[in-house]
């Protein structure tokens, strides 16, 4: 399996950004897809992750109400809308996999098997 992050860049607090991430190969090995993030000198932390086969959703506390994930029909890209963006949430965030059906969302980045590059998020003040 293959993750494509794209969609980073540079945005003003209070300004949206979408990113997408999309999955190649045997995506038939993923139950979940999710996005990390990781600010300097701060731990990866979960942002928000979905299972692809009944599309349940998980979001972190800190983007809760402000960021949204979802996922295309093919179920091959996963997009995570972000709004009302601060510059806490400043960091490169990382798309992932888990090949593991769970009863409930895995939080720890060492779950995951399936990881993209990172892209950078900067948010401005």
């Known amino acids: 399996v293959q993750l494509q992050a794209s969609g980073g860049g540079v945005v003003q607090a209070g300004g949206s950004l979408r990113l997408s991430c999309a999955a190649s190969?045997?995506?038939?090995?993923?139950?979940?897809m999710g996005w990390f993030r990781q600010a300097p000198g701060k731990e990866r932390e979960i942002v928000s992750a979905?299972?692809?086969?009944?599309?349940?959703?998980f979001y972190g506390d800190s983007v809760k109400g402000r960021f949204t994930i979802s996922t295309d029909n093919a179920k091959t890209t996963v997009y995570l809308q972000m709004s009302s963006l601060k510059p806490e949430d400043t960091a490169v965030y990382y798309c992932?996999?888990?090949?593991?059906?769970?009863?409930?969302?895995?939080?720890?980045?060492?779950?995951?098997?399936?990881w993209g590059q990172g892209t950078l998020v900067t948010v401005s003040s």
């Open positions: 190969g045997r995506t038939s090995n993923i139950y979940a």
């Open positions: 979905i299972k692809w086969r009944n599309g349940n959703t």
């Open positions: 992932t996999g888990d090949r593991v059906r769970r009863m409930y969302f895995a939080r720890m980045s060492t779950s995951y098997e399936y």
